[in-house]
């Protein structure tokens, strides 16, 4: 293979994923409750006679792709707020009677919401693509008011089914999530030397968050934990902080959340993508949509433009599996085995390797509404999910590029800032009281503390907001990356000397003091 051809490779395939046994391990659970909470009221309605209802009712098992990770205590209520999003998704998407224009008004408004929605409560992926992707495909099964009340009714009952799926392993493993979550930082901080130590700090401060969200029934945990924590910050290299750049930052005031923008831009993309599809006059102007919202959703800005090309790809390889398996004319029970299998191929993948996730969930959408809506041929389904592709690549960049392009990048240098100053002043006890923002305070995540704790924990909320937004945007302000690293480091610090002070293990927070004073 020529050098030039090597080096496209991984712009056009991406990363190679890990190893089958690694993505079972780390998704496979979430993997099959999603493939079960979808493929059995599709088999049920098809068997049923009522193919229709059963795509309704697997829209409303996607349910099952949210939350699944948590702890179930928290799980709980994360999955039943998505469920009822996603209800509301597949009823909104019926009721746009098959208006270009106010389907693609409608996903937007959806999208913006869903944006908005997920980074407040920190619901975490797929975030609005899945919202997105059940109100478009809800669109296609009709709009008749006693067809749509059916339709919505059985979307209900999936959700239902999808909430009982994620919950039912609770019944003989209630601490499952934590011990995971602890498991993986455990591994983390085993590799400490060989990785870089905002990773390893990351899996530390996820499994700190399960154990304090999760089950009282393994206490171990909590002491395992602090364990973990004591072995990182014996292995956390000297000399390792980022220096802020130069020209300092002003302090941070809170002006409008970040994600305000971040959803603005989301819904007017996603908005766009629909409208211009319609407007070439094709005929499913929600895969413009959903392709802008996926898009958009990169992490970063680099990330944002590879997963253009990846989902170009990825859609190729997609539609040529598509075209075999209509090519085929399987029989109406082995489509619905094949959903659940392509399910499963997505799950597994999204997280690794996104460029095969797109080829499984290609397939996957087609078949869902080649199942719901047997007389649209599969040749039709295919050409338009290429052309409004490209459609929803071209507007989802377009939006990243144009739409508020440095709200976030340029309010990161005053949010690190202020987060390292509060983190001194915690250290040293000097908050004024006056500064803390009483009604952001998270009281699950702060046990117990001072006014000190409270003021920094609102400003590592603030940090890790903004910081989010600033990733995502494809024209950051100069100096972005810098800061960036910066408030990784602060926010690695800040966090762990709120937990150990919560938790009143004082040798650990020691140390984080003295770090903080050495780095902040």
């Given at each position: 293979m020529s050098s030039p051809v090597r080096r496209a490779v991984p712009h056009l395939l991406g990363r190679r994923p890990p190893t089958a046994a690694a993505l079972w391990a780390a998704g496979g659970r979430k993997a099959l409750s999603a493939a079960a909470s979808v493929t059995v009221p599709l088999a049920l309605g098809v068997a049923l006679g009522h193919p229709d209802l059963g795509s309704a009712a697997a829209l409303g098992g996607l349910t099952a792709v949210y939350g699944s990770s948590l702890p179930y205590r928290r799980r709980a209520g994360v999955v039943a707020g998505c469920a009822a999003v996603v209800v509301a998704a597949v009823a909104l998407g019926g009721l746009t009677d098959g208006s270009p224009a106010l389907l693609s008004v409608t996903l937007g408004a959806l999208a913006a919401a869903a944006t908005a929605a997920t980074a407040h409560f920190?619901?975490?992926?797929?975030?609005?693509?899945?919202?997105?992707l059940v109100g478009g495909s809800a669109s296609a099964l009709g709009a008749d008011a006693t067809v749509l009340a059916e339709h919505v009714a059985a979307a209900a009952a999936g959700a239902t089914l999808a909430w009982l799926v994620v919950m039912l392993p609770w019944l003989w493993d209630p601490a499952g999530p934590e011990r995971r979550s602890v498991a993986a930082a455990r591994a983390a901080v085993a590799a400490a030397r060989?990785?870089?130590?905002?990773?390893?700090?990351?899996?530390?401060?996820?499994?700190?968050?399960?154990?304090?969200?999760?089950?009282?029934?393994?206490?171990?945990?909590?002491?395992?934990?602090?364990?973990?924590?004591?072995?990182?910050?014996?292995?956390?290299?000297?000399?390792?902080?980022?220096?802020?750049?130069?020209?300092?930052?002003?302090?941070?005031?809170?002006?409008?959340?970040?994600?305000?923008?971040?959803?603005?831009?989301?819904?007017?993309?996603v908005a766009a993508a629909g409208l211009v599809a319609g407007a070439l006059g094709l005929a499913s102007t929600y895969w413009a949509a959903t392709t802008a919202v996926a898009v958009l959703l990169g992490t970063d800005a680099r990330n944002t433009r590879a997963r253009a090309g990846h989902r170009v790809t990825g859609t190729l390889v997609g539609v040529g599996v598509a075209a075999l398996l209509f090519a085929a004319d399987l029989p109406v029970g082995l489509e619905v085995l094949a959903v659940g299998l392509l399910l499963v191929g997505v799950e597994l993948l999204v997280a690794h390797q996104y460029v095969l996730a797109v080829s499984f969930i290609t397939p996957?959408?087609?078949?869902?509404?080649?199942?719901?809506?047997?007389?649209?041929?599969?040749?039709?389904?295919?050409?338009?999910?290429?052309t409004e592709t490209v459609v929803g690549i071209v507007l989802a960049l377009a939006a990243g590029l144009l739409l508020f392009p440095r709200a976030a990048s340029r309010r990161l240098p005053g949010v690190v800032a202020t987060a390292g100053a509060r983190a001194r002043a915690l250290v040293e006890g000097t908050v004024d009281e006056g500064t803390v923002d009483e009604g952001?305070?998270?009281?699950?995540?702060?046990?117990?503390?001072?006014v000190d704790d409270r003021a920094l924990h609102d400003a590592l909320v603030v940090l890790n907001e903004v910081a989010t937004a600033a990733r995502a945007e494809l024209r950051p302000a100069a100096g972005t990356e810098a800061w960036l690293r910066r408030g990784r480091w602060t926010a690695d610090l800040g966090?762990?000397?709120?937990?150990?002070?919560?938790?009143?293990?004082?040798?650990?927070?020691?140390?984080?003091?003295?770090?903080?004073?050495?780095?902040?």
């Open positions: 920190r619901v975490g992926p797929p975030g609005p693509l899945g919202v997105v060989s990785t870089r130590p905002a990773v390893v700090a990351r899996a530390v401060r996820v499994a700190d968050a399960a154990v304090a969200a999760g089950s009282r029934r393994r206490p171990s945990l909590r002491a395992e934990l602090g364990v973990l924590e004591e072995q990182f910050l014996r292995e956390l290299p000297l000399g390792d902080a980022p220096a802020p750049p130069p020209g300092g930052a002003a302090v941070a005031v809170r002006p409008v959340p970040p994600w305000v923008w971040t959803s603005l831009r989301i819904g007017l993309g996957l959408s087609l078949l869902l509404v080649h199942v719901g809506v047997p007389e649209r041929s599969g040749l039709e389904l295919i050409t338009t999910r290429l952001t305070v998270d009281e699950g995540t702060v046990d117990e503390g001072t966090w762990g000397l709120l937990g150990t002070r919560a938790r009143g293990e004082s040798h650990l927070a020691d140390v984080l003091a003295a770090r903080v004073r050495a780095d902040l």
